[in-house]
């Protein structure tokens, strides 16, 4: 059996699908559900338990499982409850981790690119603690993953046992199928398809810092579906255990990425420049991007979806469609 924490979220919910499409009927999925239709990333799904969060620590015992994907987290980069994201975040990863360690089972987990803060360190996936050390999250969400990094780094510098694989993954700009539920969480494209369907103008941040134009602040983005095979390439890969970085490792603009979208509707853009938050210009990040050659140094070669291929995917297959649901 394998256990999916946020299994019912979107990347997790994502990470389900492939495991029944790889033959696997015997996934137990952690999370909450709520009342806002999450339930419907599951509707097409096979699973052989649901288990409240507040349950696992129970069902756990005596359990033997092929391997763990924590995904579950409160991973709004806007939350400031510090009592709930700590215990979500952070001491049920250490739980898992000790089981994990205990039972001799392996752990995937999501960490975040929240974790390298304004970037003014780079992207480097270095998990040594000096490297980590460095790092300063700018939100409560990217702290609580780079504290929980931190464990892990710490925990191998002093030779401690760990779970005979583990990996923790730095997602970037993850954008794709069940999404929904997120809300402002949610892509900008996820956001913004219905305006672009309609013919409604599409809003994007001017810039204020000179020498970029309004519209190409950049991030990594990358498909939903290449974060899942990074994923189950790991599961296939049980020597392989680090930190790494899932990210194309190339920048593109959210201008770009709306582009796209327009591209794949065969419409004409309709895009205006508005003035960003004051609110938010001092702490804003205008460039991510990814540093991907430690895990290609690992060993994986699946290669990433380019821009303009990823979003037509997303909008035919999903977006534009009645049921977007995967």
């Known amino acids: 059996m394998l256990l999916v924490t946020g299994g019912a979220g979107f990347i997790g919910s994502n990470l389900v699908a492939a495991l029944n499409e790889a033959g696997r009927a015997d996934v137990a999925v952690s999370d909450f559900l709520g009342h806002d239709g999450k339930w419907k990333n599951l509707a097409k799904r096979q699973l052989a338990d649901f288990v409240p969060p507040a349950e696992l620590a129970d069902w756990l015992k005596g ?29 049920l990863s250490l739980r898992l981790l000790d089981w994990c360690t205990e039972t001799g089972t392996p752990l995937i987990y999501a960490s975040s690119a929240a974790t390298y803060g304004d970037g003014e360190h780079g992207f480097d996936d270095d998990f040594s603690l000096v490297a980590l050390k460095q790092l300063r999250p700018m939100n409560l969400y990217g702290w609580s993953k780079h504290l929980f990094d931190l464990v892990v780094a710490e925990r191998l510098a002093k030779g ?21 539920h997120k809300d402002t969480m949610a892509s900008v494209l996820a956001r913004r398809f219905d305006d672009i369907k309609s013919g409604r103008v599409v809003q994007l941040f001017k810039s204020h810092r000179e020498g970029i134009s309004d519209g190409d602040q950049r991030r990594d983005f990358i498909y939903v579906d290449d974060v899942v095979r990074v994923m189950m390439w790991l599961f296939a890969s049980p020597s392989v255990s680090g930190i790494f970085n899932v990210g194309t490792s190339h920048a593109r603009s959210f201008r770009d990425l ?34 991907g050659d430690r895990l290609r140094a690992a060993g994986y070669n699946g290669g990433f979806t380019p821009l303009e291929e990823a979003v037509a995917s997303y909008v035919t297959g999903y977006l534009d469609r009645s049921d977007r649901f995967r």
């Open 258 to 291: 709306i582009l796209a979208a327009y591209a794949a509707l065969g419409t004409p853009p309709q895009i205006e420049y508005i003035d960003m938050p004051e609110q938010i210009r001092g702490s804003y990040q205008y460039f991510t991007q990814s540093e």
């Open 63 to 91: 359990r033997k499982l092929d391997a763990v994907f924590h995904m579950g987290a409160i991973s709004a980069t806007t939350a400031t409850d510090g009592d709930m994201v700590m215990e979500n975040n952070f001491r």
């Open 160 to 180: 401690d046992k760990l779970p005979p694989q583990w990996a923790g993954l730095k997602f970037f700009n993850v954008f794709g199928p069940n999404e929904y």
